[in-house]
């Protein structure tokens, strides 16, 4: 009991004897307490005992940080509400240092004054670091590590916190200059780490450390970085864009037609959506990456054009982006074409081991080119191109043993001239991302092209950049120095600007935090739109950095969407966006629904918008729909920029998956009154599923609906059909990949399909590891050589279930340098037994964040763009996966599955559709196509629109309108077809409840 009051009391007893203001402390019960001990209690602890161990206590008016003598952490607390933030579930140290590629922990620690050393023994190397106190920050400087060192981590402090602005309390470690790598972004960090590099300098590694409450960050912050000298400074980003409006805009994207003559279309297109900014996106005939020329012809003197562009914008009030892809070099720039410069990045250099003349087609070089590959691609970090003296040359070939060489070579490519070259030359691989070159790190060719880009903005005057393919940055050295050439190329614009302006990027790291305007478009989906929003919502308040991954499930997405905002503190930004029409069976059409969707969540967070097109008169006529859809964000916008709602509003509105609609009511006031849009799809009139079930969650009322005809197939059986896998060679399928406690496999089955067809039992069980969404399994198939499918996008599949509830996939795939990595989903739930016949056309979107699936690119995120934006390339499909998820631990499941086949989607037509609600019918009398649409509101509302949202005429219904009663609904379709395919149809059931209340 003694022992236990005087470890709960040492350190008040000390504190007597101590300053207690802005002080570094190190507390070691010495002579004093031992002789204590001794005289009163009439023992000797021995020195060993951890009560006596030396603490470095290292605190300031908001903050005490404790660690023991080997640098363990103890505790991190905040003095205001005595809170101890450490994350106590493992051991965690101070510091560590890497040598020979290991990492050595800390082994003892001592302070004197303001020196902090640092010694790791078992490595043979000590560090020496500067400790300043201030009353809300401590500032950690690398003075010196002895020995050859890799790196040394000088701060490691995980913590409690989520990071976000619902907690009361706030930390973060800022890097103080370039050579310091932080890992966390500001604002709200829940893990305080920095390290230092040999390679980038270790010595003069420096971070301010802050502990304060919540609201106290963002000005501390400010005050921090304007005394940061090392950190070129901008106060249109970082800790200052919430006190601009600029991040909280919403822009249209020019992709070239902008110029002197269309300046009052380009001002009146964006008084058509109440926005109030252009991004101006370079490339293709606008103005070249890298040198950044524009063309000529349409701005006949060049930036000088653009800046009376950008003073006219200016006077109508919207502001103008730059928007270009970072450092990267169109090949058609003055850096490739007619001479290449020397600086150009590279992967690799060769040898010439022969000359060769201006007529040869191959190249030998000493160096083994066994590890170069031909696949290149958008996305892919690869050229087929290299440079030899001022000649590039593209190869289609190489070969993988000796004699070595570059082969099928294409002479003189991008306008270079051919040259014959000597043995003993070099020849540089070029590197090469977005179908670009770049430029070699720490040259003047990098320093040039980010001197001209802030030289641009500020000749022309604009008020913010883009930067964006920056999320290749990777490119310029490996992905383990992205962050430090990212950074210094932000660096580089920054510190040649006349005048800071706010800056977006498409990936983000510590460093840019301090220029980022918003956070953060994402491209464009083009399907399952309103559960993309929700995941956005989500990433862009999580500590999520990278563009379109996202590290959550549903559960992530439920608590995070609704916060106010994320740890970064940014204004959030919900573009890119583009309006879609009907395009199966990837594409899903935009609705007026989908548009309110986005138009709450733009209200509910403050949130602008970014549209890639669909704005200007042409696609308006084109797409009829695009107008009525652009009205409705214009509406939101206004109000958005109003504040016109209360924050109890908006709290309701970034619930996810809630949808509600804008009206204004009798007395001119504008409200949200909550709707449902449930879906369901029919798949054929003789089909089970012409019958079913919808809760009504709202008052009784009359019915709304939406009816659309949906692509078709030709039979199981047409000769038309493409046999993807019959079972017969089981072999084929090979197991890609399972999630932790998960086995099975597929293996021959005696039964046979109602068609006497062959089958395969696919089963598995879990033994509960892994958590059931998460609980998945993959077989695969090759096709070798590549599939064209682009006649055949549908499957055909007999199916034999056991009721266990599992979800079977079947997925199609192309090679991920042709479709980025798009996922072509089609989800069976096994809640049935028996055999069934399923016609798989869409592909999946809204229920993939339902599961938890292998990440192909980090071990935590999945990339949300193969799943809700890029498209399977059905001309060239290479592989057919059967996934199970959602497996019941401790069960085996089985099901049995017929031949896969790829069928013809075909349009069909439904005549008289018509819905009937217990006894109540009601009727259409029109005949609809794949592709149009009926939209029913009421009895004086029922309109037919064509594929592209054009209106085609008002529909008089047949019968009394049904009612919907509050609760379940069971739901009848009905129609006449008219064509020799069985007729899909989607159903959205709409409802809508009582205005919200302030």
């Not at 959506?273 to 070249?288: C, S």
């Not at 990837?586 to 629904?593: A, I, K, L, N, R």
């Not at 069909?908 to 794949?930: A, D, L, Q, R, Y």
Request: with cysteine.
């Amino acid at each position: 009991m003694v022992a236990e009051i005087l470890l709960n009391t040492r350190f008040r007893i000390l504190y007597s004897f101590l300053p207690t203001v802005h002080s570094v402390r190190i507390h070691t019960l010495n002579t004093f307490f031992r002789t204590f001990l001794v005289t009163f209690l009439g023992f000797i602890v021995e020195s060993a005992n951890p009560l006596f161990a030396s603490d470095i206590i290292i605190q300031n008016d908001k903050i005490e940080y404790a660690i023991d003598e080997r640098g363990k952490n103890l505790r991190f607390i905040d003095k205001a509400s005595k809170i101890d933030y450490l994350d106590k579930k493992s051991a965690s140290y101070f510091a560590s240092i890497k040598k020979d590629g290991r990492e050595f922990p800390l082994s003892t620690v001592s302070l004197k004054g303001n020196l902090l050393k640092l010694e790791f023994k078992t490595a043979g190397l000590t560090a020496e670091l500067h400790v300043d106190i201030e009353k809300d920050r401590v500032k950690l400087e690398v003075l010196e590590v002895s020995g050859a060192a890799e790196s040394l981590t000088f701060i490691n402090i995980p913590l409690k916190l989520e990071g976000m602005p619902y907690e009361p309390f706030a930390a973060c470690v800022l890097s103080l200059n370039l050579q310091t790598h932080v890992f966390a972004l500001p604002a709200l960090q829940s893990h305080l780490k920095a390290t230092a590099y040999e390679r980038f300098g270790m010595k003069g590694a420096k971070v301010t450390v802050l502990g304060v409450p919540q609201k106290e960050m963002l000005p501390l912050i400010r005050d921090v970085m304007i005394n940061a000298p090392d950190i070129p400074h901008s106060n249109a980003g970082g800790a200052w864009a919430q006190q601009s409006k600029e991040g909280f805009g919403s822009y249209l994207m020019n992709f070239g037609t902008l110029t002197e003559d269309t300046v009052d279309d380009w001002i009146k297109m964006c008084e058509s959506l109440g926005f109030t900014q252009i991004d101006n996106h370079g490339g293709g005939k606008f103005f070249r990456f890298g040198d950044f020329e524009l063309d000529p012809e349409k701005w006949p003197d060049g930036w000088n054009t653009f800046k009376r562009i950008n003073k006219r914008l200016h006077d109508a009030g919207i502001s103008s982006i730059f928007h270009t892809y970072a450092f990267f070099i169109d090949k058609n720039s003055k850096y490739v074409t007619p001479v290449p410069r020397e600086d150009l990045g590279y992967f690799n250099s060769f040898t010439i081991t022969k000359s060769i003349g201006a007529e040869d087609t191959e190249v030998e070089v000493k160096e083994s080119t066994a590890d170069i590959s031909l696949i290149t691609g958008f996305f892919v970090r690869n050229s087929r191109t290299i440079r030899v003296g001022t000649e590039l040359i593209e190869f289609d070939g190489i070969t993988k043993n000796a004699p070595y060489k570059f082969t099928g070579l294409k002479r003189g490519a991008n306008g270079t001239k051919v040259s014959a070259h000597n043995a003993n030359e070099k020849v540089y691989h070029l590197r090469e991302m977005f179908g670009r070159f770049a430029p070699g790190i720490e040259t003047p060719l990098f320093s040039e092209i980010a001197k001209r880009t802030a030289e641009i903005v500020d000749q022309a005057n604009f008020d913010g950049i883009y930067f964006d393919a920056i999320d290749g940055s990777d490119i310029l050295d490996g992905p383990e120095n992205f962050w430090y050439y990212g950074g210094k190329f932000v660096f580089e614009v920054a510190k040649n600007l006349k005048r800071p302006v706010g800056m977006e990027m498409s990936s983000m790291i510590h460093h840019w935090w301090h220029y980022r305007s918003r956070w953060q478009a994402w491209d464009r989906p083009t399907r399952g739109y309103k559960r993309f929003i929700d995941i956005h919502s989500s990433s862009i308040k999580s500590d999520e950095y990278e563009h379109g991954l996202w590290r959550g499930n549903v559960a992530q997405i439920n608590k995070i969407a609704p916060a106010e905002n994320g740890g970064l503190l940014l204004p959030l930004q919900l573009g890119w966006w583009a309006h879609q029409t009907w395009n199966p069976p990837q594409v899903e059409p935009t609705f007026s629904d989908d548009i309110e969707y986005l138009g709450c969540k733009m209200i509910g967070n403050n949130a602008g918008l970014a549209m890639l097109g669909g704005f200007d008169e042409k696609a308006l006529n084109e797409s009829p729909v695009f107008r009525r859809l652009n009205a409705i964000i214009k509406q939101y916008e206004e109000l958005r920029h109003k504040n016109y709602f209360s924050e109890n509003i908006k709290q309701q509105l970034r619930v996810p998956g809630k949808d509600f609609s804008l009206f204004q009511s009798a007395d001119g006031t504008w409200k949200f009154k909550p709707m449902s849009y449930q879906k369901h799809k029919v798949s054929g009139l003789d089909h089970p599923s012409v019958s079913w079930k919808v809760k009504n969650e709202f008052a009784a009322q009359p019915l709304q609906l939406r009816i659309e005809p949906l692509m078709s197939v030709k039979s199981y059986d047409d000769p038309e059909n493409i046999v993807l896998s019959d079972f017969s060679g089981i072999a084929e399928f090979k197991q890609d990949s399972t999630a932790k406690g998960i086995s099975g496999g597929l293996k021959p089955a005696f039964e046979k399909t109602g068609t006497g067809e062959q089958t395969i039992s696919f089963t598995a069980q879990s033994t509960g590891i892994s958590a059931r969404d998460a609980s998945w399994i993959n077989m695969q198939k090759k096709f070798e050589p590549i599939l064209d499918l682009r006649n055949n996008k549908a499957l055909g599949v007999w199916i034999k279930g056991d009721g266990n509830g599992q979800l079977l996939n079947l997925r199609l795939e192309s090679p991920h340098h042709i479709s980025h990595g798009a996922r072509g989903d089609h989800y069976i739930k096994i809640d049935f037994t028996g055999w069934k016949y399923f016609e798989l056309v869409e592909i999946e979107s809204s229920e993939f964040s339902n599961y938890s699936w292998p990440a192909p690119y980090s071990s935590a995120s999945f990339y949300v763009y193969d799943s809700y934006r890029h498209e399977v390339a059905f001309d060239k499909v290479d592989k057919l996966q059967i996934w199970y998820n959602n497996l019941p631990a401790g069960k085996q499941v089985e099901t049995l599955i017929g031949p896969v086949k790829a069928l013809p989607i075909v349009s069909t037509t439904i005549v008289n559709p018509s819905i009937m609600i217990g006894t109540e019918k009601i009727v259409f009398p029109v005949s609809m196509e794949s592709g149009m649409y009926l939209e029913f509101k009421s009895a004086t509302d029922c309109k037919l629109y064509g594929p592209k949202g054009e209106f085609i005429k008002d529909v008089q219904i047949q019968g009394k309108v049904p009612m919907l009663r509050t609760g379940e609904n069971q739901i009848s379709f009905g129609a006449e077809p008219n064509s020799g395919v069985k007729p899909r149809v989607q159903v959205t059931i709409i409802t809508e409840g009582k205005p919200l209340l302030n």
